[in-house]
């Protein structure tokens, strides 16, 4: 991947999968680190799945969801001198409670460390493949936060699809704007 | 500054449009967008397809969505044509010009870019 926002579009496609209403996507940002949350309310994995997803191996057809994208995840952070660590609760366990954290840190002055990219794109993608779930972005930079949350358009919008060509470009523009503000 | 409130307006605009449209949809799109079409480019090559069909007012009649990984990972980005009645059309190695040229001959003009298809990449 050449950009971690490729990583970010990929691995949060797999909460989409395993049934999360909200998807919580959180990157915070130092002069040095860079740190990706993605937090779901899906059905999360019992714990031999949880120590299986990092090996590329473990696929096979039948288990097919989960393939490379978190160990390519893990490896873009590790090569920054970072880490990487997923957390879940199987809802057959936890009925009440269940989801996936996947956390990953970056060096951000790494030799190896991948840009973060068009993080817009991503999340505009991930809304635009997505629409009936719930997204909730947010940046914290030094300089201040960047945040979208797909539950407030919804509040505003009613029945309007969020993948609506109007509605995707409007989410591009109010990130973007926000982004530029913070450049001031 | 864009507030939430020009949704409100946003909405409005639409309410018909989106009514209007309401079970037509004879063609989809369909791009790969597993870590394998990421990796590959997938991502600018589906919004080359979601600004076409919208800029060329085909919203009506066409749908644009992701799928899963497709199986020809080495040929990706992959995206898939279905329209009712036709044989499925797939575009392999995809670019977002190429894209644009699909939108053009094939989903407006209803003829196969026959060059960028998998039947001919493997001819």
Redesign the interface.
């Given at each position: 991947?050449k950009e971690i926002s490729?990583n970010i579009?990929?691995v949060a496609?797999n909460s989409v999968?395993a049934g999360a209403t909200l998807t919580e996507i959180t990157l915070n940002e130092t002069e040095e680190t860079l740190t990706l949350i993605i937090k779901d309310d899906g059905c999360g994995m019992n714990e031999e799945k949880v120590r299986n997803v990092c090996d590329p191996f473990y696929t096979t057809r039948t288990t097919?969801?989960v393939?490379?994208?978190i160990p390519?995840l893990k490896l873009s952070a590790e090569q920054t001198g970072g880490s990487f660590e997923i957390k879940s609760k199987a809802q057959e366990e936890h009925p009440q409670d269940h989801g996936t954290v996947v956390t990953a840190v970056f060096y951000k002055n790494h030799i190896d460390f991948t840009p973060l990219g068009d993080v817009v794109?991503?999340i505009?993608?991930l809304i635009?493949?997505d629409p009936d779930t719930d997204f909730l972005y947010t940046h914290n930079l030094p300089q201040g936060t960047v945040k979208l949350d797909t539950r407030?358009?919804r509040a505003?919008?009613?029945d309007?699809?969020l993948c609506?060509?109007?509605?995707?470009m409007?989410i591009t523009?109010?990130l973007k704007?926000q982004y530029a503000?913070l450049k001031k | 500054?864009?507030s939430?409130?020009?949704?409100?307006a946003?909405?409005e605009?639409?309410?018909n449009k989106?009514a209007l449209r309401e079970g037509s949809g004879e063609m989809r799109v369909v791009v790969g967008?597993?870590?394998?079409g990421?990796?590959a480019g997938a991502?600018?090559v589906?919004?080359a397809f979601?600004?076409e069909?919208?800029n060329n007012d085909l919203?009506g009649k066409v749908t644009?969505?992701?799928t899963?990984?497709i199986g020809i990972c080495q040929f990706e980005p992959v995206v898939e044509v279905f329209e009712a009645d036709k044989e499925k059309v797939t575009y392999v190695k995809m670019t977002p010009e190429k894209a644009k040229r699909v939108v053009e001959e094939h989903i407006k003009g209803g003829k196969v870019v026959a060059e960028y298809t998998f039947a001919s990449e493997n001819a």
């Open positions: 991947m490729l579009l990929d496609k999968k097919r969801k393939g490379l994208g390519l794109f991503s505009v993608t635009q493949g407030e358009l505003q919008l009613g309007i699809p609506e060509y109007e509605i995707i409007w523009e109010y704007e503000e | 500054m864009k939430l409130a020009e949704l409100q946003i909405k605009k639409m309410q989106v967008m597993a870590t394998c990421i990796a991502r600018p589906l919004s979601v600004e069909v919208a919203s644009v969505s992701q899963g990984c």
